[in-house]
């Protein structure tokens, strides 16, 4: 089904309904430079979660064993939680750090 939409008079525009991402893609190019940052995402993303696999891990913990710097592995295991992948688990023995584990 397609819909005929009018704006100010000037333009006529034709959008087939419920195919906005279609249109979307074909009108705007992805970026090399985001699909370039989607990669180095998921190529990270495997790495956390293969060492949280073992088991769970604090931030220093975490940094040690895939050997990235800290701030790093901060944005990436922040996200990770963000979007479900990770969560929080109990806190060490001293109440200092978080541990992190794969979410279930």
């Given at each position: 089904?397609?819909v005929?939409?009018?704006f100010?008079?000037?333009?006529?525009?034709?959008i087939?309904?419920?195919?906005?991402?279609?249109y979307l893609?074909?009108?705007?190019?992805?970026?090399q430079a985001a699909?370039?940052n989607?990669?180095?995402?998921?190529?990270i993303?495997?790495?956390?979660?293969?060492?949280?696999?073992?088991?769970?891990l604090?931030i220093?913990?975490?940094?040690?064993?895939?050997?990235?710097?800290?701030?790093?592995?901060?944005?990436?295991l922040m996200?990770?939680?963000?979007?479900?992948?990770?969560?929080?688990g109990p806190?060490?023995?001293?109440?200092t750090?978080?541990?992190?584990?794969?979410?279930?």
């Open positions: 089904m397609r005929k939409w009018a100010s008079n000037k333009v006529n525009m034709e087939e309904k419920g195919k906005t991402y279609k893609r074909e009108k705007r190019e992805v970026t699909r370039d989607l990669k180095q995402f998921i190529r993303k495997k790495i956390i979660l293969d060492a949280l696999q073992e088991g769970d604090t220093e913990q975490l940094t040690q064993k895939i050997n990235l710097p800290k701030h790093e592995v901060v944005y990436y996200s990770l939680v963000k979007f479900g992948f990770v969560q929080t806190v060490d023995d001293m109440d750090y978080f541990s992190y584990k794969l979410k279930k």
